[in-house]
Structure formats: structure tokens, C-alpha cells
């Protein structure tokens, strides 16, 4: 009986990987990482937790330095578009 189960669930899972296509986890789909840049310097994300401005995912450059606009708050990194 046992071995029933184990070729069911083997033709399922196959089945299921028929239907679905490839792996999320297949290295060769993923997409390439994107640099962003602000003001022609590669910025990086970085969690800021803060008191004054909450929990908010910044951008940095790479040497360290949080990134804030003319208000004195800091730039959220998803804000910073990508290059065409």
C-alpha cells in the first residue's frame, strides 16, 4: 500500500510540475539584479528604523551616507527608478 501512495503522490507531483512550468528556484530564470543610481552614484537599500521617521526601507550610497530629500526626510528606495 505504501508504495500505491508513494507513486501516486510521484505522478501528482510531476503532474503538478507539468502544469506549472519551471521552478521558481531554477538559477537560469532569475532575472539579472538592477543597479539604481541617484545622482549618478549606486544606491543600495537599507532598513532605517527610527523613531522620527518608523521603519522604512532608505536608500543609501554604497559608502554608508542614508539619502534624505529637501524636508530632511529619507528617500524610500523603492521611489528611485531603475535606469532605461
Same mark, same amino acid.
Given at each position: %500500500?505504501?508504495?500505491?501512495?508513494?507513486?501516486?503522490? =510521484?505522478?501528482?507531483? +510531476?503532474?503538478?510540475? +507539468?502544469? %506549472? !512550468?519551471?521552478? #521558481?528556484? +531554477?538559477?537560469?530564470?532569475? @532575472?539579472?539584479?538592477?543597479?539604481? #543610481?541617484?545622482?549618478? @552614484?549606486?544606491?543600495? $537599500?537599507? @532598513?532605517?528604523?527610527?523613531? /522620527? =521617521? !518608523? &521603519?522604512?526601507?532608505?536608500?543609501?550610497? /554604497? +559608502? !554608508?551616507?542614508?539619502?534624505?530629500? &529637501?524636508? !530632511?526626510? $529619507?528617500? $524610500?528606495? #523603492?521611489?528611485?527608478?531603475? $535606469?532605461?
Amino acid at each position: %500500500m505504501t508504495v500505491l501512495v508513494s507513486q501516486i503522490i =510521484f505522478v501528482f507531483l +510531476n503532474f503538478i510540475d +507539468n502544469i %506549472m !512550468g519551471v521552478s #521558481k528556484n +531554477n538559477p537560469n530564470a532569475r @532575472k539579472a539584479a538592477i543597479q539604481k #543610481k541617484y545622482n549618478d @552614484k549606486v544606491v543600495v $537599500p537599507v @532598513k532605517l528604523i527610527s523613531s /522620527e =521617521f !518608523g &521603519n522604512v526601507i532608505a536608500a543609501q550610497y /554604497e +559608502n !554608508g551616507e542614508i539619502i534624505f530629500d &529637501n524636508n !530632511g526626510k $529619507p528617500i $524610500p528606495y #523603492k521611489s528611485i527608478s531603475a $535606469p532605461a
